[in-house]
């Protein structure tokens, strides 16, 4: 399966031209064909937002042979097959990648590979991005440095296998422009919820942190500067960064007061905010407005959710909403 579709970079039967595109895309220097019987079939997808830069890419009907450099990009790439397998050696160890198999590769390391029938999805994730977003979750008052992750994944696991349907979504939201393109609210919650799940879900070396349980509660005044600001900011992207910044404290501490408070997280709140504003605009809506129109508005872009979570917090479907305004 392609994903990224409406973001094609490169079509090229031409060895050298995918060579220079994989140099800059990732930091590739050396792509060659084994054996005489095969011809590489380069295409390539790219789309980034925020921070993230997204890639797909298949090769054809050909084996491979890759080698990557060291390299002084302070970034991780996880990747994620969807056709072929490879052989890849890295940091020192060999591991085999699949459909359930896959890598994350540390860019400032050399890398070595063989691939088969390969093409794969995969995101750049910059490591001071990760290690900003690590110290927001966790109580620790010490800065994360030299955060670190497995070499290998694991996607039959339940974790894992969250991951790879994360990008996936991901991926294919991004092939929607529509719905995507300039949307700040969409945007960066896919980068919160990406970001988020490969720290809670993937072992690293902050996981100990990460999942200890809070020692101590937020008090109330840092619930309230939070869902004040959230109050204040439901129409612009809000993401655990600023929540983290106006309520002084991380966020696992301010999820727990959100739950103790109001019975859901900080995240869950900024919808539920967004989903009484989307209710309003329904009722006040002009000739020609559709349910659509709102939802995408207020960063809802998956309309069937959209209908049910609205169903369950107002009692009736957004389009009956409309229908009684109009």
């Known amino acids: 399966m392609t994903y990224l579709k409406s973001h094609q970079v490169l079509a090229s039967r031409n060895l050298h031209e995918t060579r220079a595109l994989l140099s800059d895309l990732n930091c590739i220097d050396t792509i060659d064909v084994v ?186 005044r840092y619930v309230k500067r939070a869902r004040d600001y959230i109050h204040a900011h439901a129409s612009t992207p809000i993401t655990l960064d600023d929540l983290v910044k106006h309520a002084g404290c991380s966020y696992r501490t301010l999820q727990a007061a959100f739950n103790t408070s109001y019975g859901m997280s900080p995240m869950a709140y900024v919808r539920s905010m967004r989903m009484i504003h989307a209710h309003r605009d329904l009722l006040a809506a002009e000739n020609g407005t559709t349910v659509s129109d709102v939802a995408l508005k207020w960063g809802f872009i998956h309309l069937g959710r959209f209908a049910k979570n609205y169903m369950r917090q107002f009692g009736v479907l957004p389009s009956e909403t409309l229908r009684q305004k109009q």
């Open 35 to 220: 054996g005489k019987m095969g011809e590489v079939d380069a295409v390539i997808h790219q789309a980034s937002f925020s921070d993230l830069n997204f890639i797909h890419a298949s090769f054809g009907d050909v084996r491979l042979q890759i080698q990557a450099p060291e390299s002084d990009n302070r970034s991780l790439f996880l990747l994620a097959l969807t056709n072929g397998v490879g052989a890849v050696n890295h940091q020192g160890q060999d591991h085999d990648i699949s459909i359930d198999k896959g890598l994350m590769r540390d860019m400032r390391k050399p890398m070595s590979a063989c691939e088969d029938k390969f093409s794969c999805l995969g995101v750049h994730l910059p490591l001071h991005s990760l290690q900003r977003h690590c110290r927001n979750l966790i109580d620790d008052i010490k800065p994360v440095e030299d955060l670190e992750f497995e070499t290998g994944l694991d996607f039959r696991t339940p974790g894992g296998r969250h991951i790879r349907e994360t990008l996936h979504y991901i991926a294919n939201a991004l092939d929607n422009p529509f719905q995507t393109r300039n949307n700040d609210i969409i945007l960066n919650g896919f980068r919160d919820l990406l970001l988020t799940n490969i720290l809670m879900l993937l072992p690293n070396s902050c996981s100990a942190a990460l999942h200890n349980t809070p020692q101590s509660s937020a008090v109330p």
